[in-house]
């Protein structure tokens, strides 16, 4: 079975701040891939980052980065510097090693970065 | 070019109806999938296919039906629509091999409205 827990429904920012959304995941898998989407208002979801079991190191993409704590079964996602265009919902969302590529999702966090 | 388009884009329809959505990738993909997003936001995997066969199907009600003619489509029937069935349905397609979870794209969604 899998599960993921976005403990935070709704996040409001003002631009410029930073800001952390939470993911927490379980798996019985020991190989195991976790995701971010990005669902802004327009509907669609955007792939952010694949990250495999095996892979502890952070991830920094931009204004974006990744930080996993096999540990603490986490894998949370910051923003720094926010800007209105991050304005949307974000998705965690875990597969594990033998699921065939099944998806499962946490309830998604609604970020709102207000100008 | 969009990798992985859905037609139509909204549905509207009355009770009782059956209606199709369809989906293609060009990606070169060899599994696709279906999932459900509900009012709620909250995304669940419906079906998979790899290379035209059948991998995932969760516990959906058997009005819904997957039919693949090739493994760059993906459609999605559903008879005798309830009000229930309302949703944004979305199609997804990964590189992957069975068993091998590569990142899934996704397309714009199919908003569902039965009346």
């Known amino acids: 079975a899998q599960k993921v827990t976005q403990a935070q429904t709704e996040i409001s920012v003002v631009e410029k701040e930073d800001v952390t959304l939470d993911c927490v995941y379980e798996t019985r898998d020991t190989t195991y891939y976790l995701f971010w989407y990005k669902q802004p208002p327009s509907g669609e979801l955007v792939f952010l980052i694949r990250?495999?079991?095996?892979?502890?190191q952070n991830e920094i993409s931009g204004r974006y980065s990744w930080n996993f704590q096999k540990s603490t079964s986490s894998f949370n996602f910051t923003i720094t510097a926010s800007q209105v265009v991050d304005s949307a919902v974000y998705f965690c969302?875990?597969?594990?090693?033998?699921?065939?590529?099944?998806?499962?999702f946490g309830q998604g966090t609604i970020l709102t970065v207000h100008p | 070019d969009t990798a992985v388009s859905q037609t139509p884009k909204y549905l509207v329809t009355q009770m009782g109806n059956d209606k199709s959505i369809k989906c293609e990738q060009n990606?070169?993909?060899?599994?696709m999938y279906w999932y459900k997003q509900d009012s709620k936001k909250f995304l669940k995997i419906m079906f998979s296919?790899?290379?035209?066969?059948?991998?995932i199907n969760e516990t959906v009600p058997n009005r819904f039906s997957p039919k693949s003619p090739d493994k760059a489509h993906l459609n999605l029937h559903i008879n005798s629509l309830e009000l229930g069935d309302s949703a944004v349905y979305f199609c997804?397609?990964?590189?992957?091999?069975?068993?091998?979870?590569?990142?899934?794209?996704f397309g714009p969604g199919t908003r569902l409205t039965v009346l």
């Open positions: 997804a397609s990964s590189q992957g091999r069975l068993a091998v979870t590569d990142t899934q794209y």
């Open positions: 969302a875990v597969a594990g090693g033998t699921s065939y590529g099944k998806l499962t």
């Open positions: 990606l070169g993909h060899d599994t």
């Open positions: 296919y790899n290379n035209k066969e059948l991998i």
């Open positions: 990250r495999n079991s095996f892979d502890e």
